[in-house]
């Protein structure tokens, strides 16, 4: 299993929010390291989503918005929309085993 | 603008070795790191190492250790990763990514992934 632990699956009608966290330890999240968002549309590669817990880079919507509190972090998606649907995965540092991802969790727009 | 171009797929046998190019345009080669991640069918990310192109440090995950080598070609403006003693769990679409500036461990530009399938 990953290091950093997502729920595998989220679901949501349009116009909803969503929320999917990403929960580490203390040799990563805990341990003070920034966490990243990426959004892959399945047989394409990631796209950075969130980085530094809660910037957006640009062309990313304001709906998409990043927290991190201890060892967790969330992703939270509001105005849900068809094209949203995706897989999303986090990403840290761990002190022990440098680049870590989370399992990833696939959206589902209802 | 900012491009990451792959070489195209691969098919090996058990054993043997690939090598993947990545060409780098739209930005200074050597100013940023490039990461390998690859991506097993179904399944997440899984980091596999870097290479400064400046400097030409590395860095590889310990599961990959011995296996993996990443070099670059500051000429060409193209990173390569080479990974030996092929086994059937390496089948997978692998990525070279660059990490952005500031210090962070994070990938602003993704290139469109290679994959390699492993076959007797």
């Known amino acids: 299993q990953s290091v950093l632990t997502q729920p595998p699956s989220v679901s949501g009608a349009p116009g909803q929010r969503i929320t999917i966290s990403c929960t580490g330890r203390?040799?990563?999240?805990?341990?003070?390291?920034?966490v990243h968002w990426y959004q892959q549309v399945p047989g394409t590669a990631p796209k950075l989503l969130i980085y530094?817990?809660?910037n957006r880079p640009s062309g990313v919507p304001d709906r998409v918005s990043g927290s991190k509190s201890g060892t967790s972090a969330s992703l939270a998606i509001t105005g849900l929309q068809a094209e949203d649907e995706a897989d999303y995965y986090c990403?840290?540092?761990?002190?022990?085993?440098?680049?870590?991802f989370g399992g990833g969790t696939k959206l589902t727009v209802l | 603008q900012v491009q990451l171009l792959q070489s195209g797929a691969e098919v090996k046998i058990p054993g043997a070795s690939v090598k993947v190019s990545c060409k780098a345009s739209?930005?200074?080669?050597?100013?940023?790191?490039i990461h390998w991640v690859r991506q097993a069918p179904g399944q997440t990310l899984e980091w596999m190492g870097w290479?400064?192109?400046?400097?030409?440090?590395?860095k590889f995950s310990q599961k990959f250790q011995g296996r993996v080598t990443i070099t670059r070609d500051t000429s060409a403006t193209t990173a390569y990763m080479e990974l030996s003693n092929l086994r059937s769990e390496d089948t997978a679409v692998y990525y070279c990514?660059?990490?952005?500036?500031?210090?962070?461990?994070?990938?602003?530009?993704w290139g469109q992934g290679t994959l390699v399938t492993v076959s007797s």
């Open positions: 990514a660059r990490m952005s500036f500031g210090g962070m461990i994070v990938f602003d530009y």
């Open positions: 739209g930005y200074t080669f050597t100013s940023y790191v």
């Open positions: 290479i400064n192109p400046g400097n030409l440090n590395t």
């Open positions: 203390s040799s990563n999240i805990g341990a003070g390291y920034d």
């Open positions: 530094g817990n809660t």
């Open positions: 990403q840290s540092y761990d002190s022990r085993l440098s680049v870590v």
